[in-house]
């Protein structure tokens, strides 16, 4: 079958279908065997640690392991919930990300329009490389960055406060700052990143269309108005929905650099994965970091499948699976 | 693309008042974001050319007002250590970047093969991992219980070699290349991995290099497994991790440059942080205006399509 030049793709498989798998198997060795340092990988890094998760039911001791600690049910979710902890995180883990991602999505869309309206190549190339650069560094640099600015005794903001006869502020120990702070420097770290998608859907739009539109006489914000914002309309449910997928999943890296230990922010800033860390790597608490870290993963799993199954409605191409 | 579209629309239609608004707020807009988005690096930049006394005094200023140097001798003043922090790194990040894209790629090619009975099974045993994880616990007791890789570099190169997403993404990329390359091979008497090696690879070059920048980055700003895995046992650091460590614990600073015959008070502690991070992350900068392009091919080839 091989042999036969003309045979397409489809032909291929409906031969191969009435093979046994272990026929098949054999015909594409060699293929699978090219799959298999990525399946190894995955089985040893994804696949093992799944039972672990039952570290969540244990009252874990490190020198006993985990077949050898003690069951005790639900124990540890129970004292997550009486202490009120797990909705804190909860609240602080999904707040954040919604307005990561809507106010993220309106800039990125902000700037992809501007960006189109620039004629300068050189200017676009300089100013694009600019906002990029914030998404190319370490959560580290991030962390000193904000340092940078904000710490109360050097911080530059601070510095200008004052030389202007201000009074100096000190947002590492105001943790009602954060909640304003934090979306502030993820806009500036990912919307020149995220723009970029935006501006290729723009790119893609049938430049007849916007010519029509100005030979008809539409003005430039008739154009954004009724052209560019209504073609992007698809692309933005999409990203969105798949941004809302991943609500669970912090900005581990972000969060942990910027505010670190510092324990008075925690009611404003812990999210899940601050707190799990911490659990295991300070606390060496694995039963409670592993039970926020099962909660997260249960949630975080249906909350995909939601989404994924409203992205097929909307667009079966699009979706996951 | 847009350059075209724009610059034909242009020459046949006159501009309106409306046109010339929209235009020059966008020059304005663009201008401010992206110095926006500048102007915390060349802060840093500057912080690290300032003397200690200064920063004291007049805290972190965008122009040095005492220009100094100390904080960079104080750093190479034992230049063995930032020697082997860098060889580290560099080592780091080439062989896992070389591993991995290599791995990648040729799974990548594998599991778009149209012909390949496995490939949906094999694809939904990789994406499932990020869909389902054990979470950090168990993931943490496998590598430091049952792997043994406490202390040991390979905890932070093995993690990063690869993951379900760069799979597809590259997945993706070699997409583009026609079926009929692979089927030509075939009739030559190839098999699947020498039609890889010889015939497909030499054609991924944008994929190949869009994800090996991925990797790449991944690895030279690691700090994550750094902090999971390496305790203070191990002198030589990744970059990154130096630089965490230097700014959450002065101390290990001070350790570190104490057998430089330097009174451990006297430290520019402040300056010294910023030199570390410039010198953690210069390179990578200076490297990235030529790699610009094939992170915004990554961003728009993997955007959506997962």
Not at chain 2, 157 to 186: A, C, D, Y
Request: glycine share 8%; proline share 4%; charged share 15%.
């Amino acid at each position: 079958m091989a042999k036969k030049m003309t045979a397409t793709a489809p032909v291929v498989q409906r031969s191969v279908k009435k093979l046994s798998t272990w026929q098949m198997m054999k015909q594409y060795k060699i293929l699978l065997l090219m799959c298999l340092p990525a399946i190894v990988f995955f089985f040893i890094f994804s696949y093992i640690p799944l039972p672990g998760v039952y570290i969540a039911f244990t009252n874990f001791k490190y020198n006993l392991g985990i077949w050898h600690s003690q069951f005790v049910g639900f124990k540890n979710f129970e004292f997550l919930f009486r202490t009120g902890e797990i909705w804190k995180l909860t609240r602080n883990t999904v707040l954040y990300n919604l307005a990561f991602i809507l106010l993220g999505n309106l800039l990125q869309i902000f700037i992809a329009i501007l960006l189109n309206e620039i004629m300068s190549y050189g200017f676009k190339k300089i100013t694009q490389s600019m906002m990029f650069l914030p998404h190319f560094i370490s959560d580290v640099l991030v962390g000193l960055l904000v340092y940078n600015l904000f710490n109360a005794d050097y911080g530059f903001i601070n510095s200008v406060i004052r030389s202007f006869g201000g009074e100096g502020m000190n947002v590492y120990s105001n943790p009602n700052a954060w909640p304003w702070l934090l979306p502030l420097i993820n806009l500036w770290k990912s919307t020149g990143y995220g723009s970029v998608v935006y501006f290729a859907a723009i790119c893609g739009i049938d430049s007849e269309i916007v010519e029509a539109a100005k030979v008809d006489g539409a003005n430039a914000f008739q154009k954004i108005r009724y052209i560019i914002l209504p073609q992007l309309k698809g692309t933005v449910i999409i990203l969105l929905l798949f941004a809302v997928g991943g609500i669970l999943k912090g900005n581990f890296g972000m969060f942990y650099n910027i505010i670190g230990k510092n324990s008075v922010l925690y009611d404003t800033t812990d999210i899940i994965e601050t707190f799990v860390y911490r659990s295991l790597m300070t606390n060496f608490n694995f039963q409670n970091a592993s039970a926020v870290g099962l909660y997260q993963s249960i949630f975080g799993f249906v909350i995909v499948m939601l989404c994924n199954k409203i992205v097929k409605k909307i667009d079966p191409d699009y979706s996951l699976f | 693309m847009a350059k075209e579209n724009t610059g034909v629309k242009a020459k046949k239609i006159k501009l309106d008042a409306s046109d010339m608004i929209v235009r020059g707020f966008a020059y304005v807009f663009i201008t401010l974001f992206a110095v926006l988005c500048l102007f915390p690096f060349l802060l840093i930049v500057a912080t690290s050319f300032t003397s200690e006394a200064s920063i004291m005094k007049y805290g972190f200023q965008i122009w040095p007002r005492e220009f100094s140097l100390y904080a960079y001798q104080l750093i190479f003043k034992t230049p063995m250590v930032m020697i082997k922090t860098y060889g580290l790194t560099i080592g780091l990040t080439v062989t896992g970047t070389v591993i991995g894209l290599f791995i990648v790629a040729m799974t990548g090619y594998a599991l778009q093969r149209p012909d390949f009975p496995f490939r949906n099974g094999i694809s939904f045993y990789i994406y499932f991992t990020t869909l389902f994880s054990g979470g950090l616990v168990p993931f943490y007791l496998l590598v430091v219980k049952y792997l043994h890789l406490k202390d040991s570099y390979f905890a932070i190169l093995l993690p990063l070699l690869m993951s379900p997403w760069l799979i597809i993404l590259m997945k993706n990329f070699v997409k583009g290349i026609p079926f009929e390359i692979t089927e030509s091979g075939k009739i030559d008497g190839a098999n699947d991995f020498k039609i890889f090696t010889s015939l497909i690879l030499p054609m991924m070059t944008p994929g190949l290099a869009t994800i090996g920048l991925f990797i790449a980055l991944g690895y030279w700003n690691e700090w994550y497994y750094s902090s999971l895995f390496l305790s203070s046992k191990v002198d030589i650091r990744p970059l990154q991790y130096q630089l965490y460590r230097i700014i959450n614990e002065v101390n290990s600073l001070k350790n570190s440059v104490a057998g430089a015959n330097v009174v451990v008070t006297d430290l520019p502690d402040e300056s010294l942080k910023m030199a570390t991070a410039v010198l953690a992350t210069g390179p990578i900068i200076f490297l990235y205006p030529s790699v610009q392009k094939y992170f915004i091919s990554g961003i728009t080839v993997g955007a959506v399509k997962g």
